[in-house]
């Protein structure tokens, strides 16, 4: 495997159009793979879309190509009951997801997460055999004066807490980089997954998530401590979409 390829769509598209993306993906997937490269490359990674939990079925009725995973954008920390609004792991499992996001930046600044909360939704969908993406990431203020690390050590550490890295996946996601299309430097990116790698595990999988597109996915893809991307706004777009998933 080269590379994991996650497009979050956050809360973008309804049923119909995801359905209709997903039926416009199935025609044009296949026609790209006629082009023997292109279909090598995205056999070579794994890809896949976290859609509105709305829309989790819309993927099962319509998509075509078992190389799409489906992926949860969030999960409950509990296992059932008097939570409205919450989808459990368990749930999740039926649709037969293979990862869900957890502790994502939105989720922490609308919805008050703390990392004590992120672990505990991450230990919930390890529990049904569903890989958590623990993502994490520091504010433009915190980037300025220079606590990038400060920060992203004590997040890992809190979110992290009592797992085991061979079986999450670390995403890390600098705030000041999210939406604004101002993506940190290839250097920056590889210093801190490298900073990473070393308070974590020599084995843990690291993705990078920043206002990642089509064309600055090359030169992240070359940095040899990252795993993968967590890609936004980009990826509502079906042509970038097919073009991220085919990267080397």
Known sequence: MNKIVIANWK????FNES??????FNRKYKKRCRDSRYRDATLSNEFGIAMPPINLAAHV???KVKQLMLVAQDVSAFPCGPYTGDVS???LSEFDIKYVI????ERRRYHYETCEDVNAKARAALEYGITPLICFGETLEEFEKGLSKEVVKKKIEDSSRGLDFSKVIISYEPIWAMGTGKCATPEFVHDMAVFIRSITSSDAKIIYGGSVNAENIVGLAKIHDING???GNATLD???FLEVI???
């Open 89 to 91: 792991a368990e749930m």
């Open 11 to 14: 809360m973008n598209k309804t």
């Open 238 to 240: 079906l042509d970038t």
């Open 246 to 248: 085919a990267v080397e």
């Open 61 to 63: 009725g319509f998509n």
């Open 229 to 231: 991307f967590l890609i």
């Open 102 to 105: 957890v502790g994502h930046s």
């Open 19 to 24: 359905a209709e993306w997903l039926t416009e």
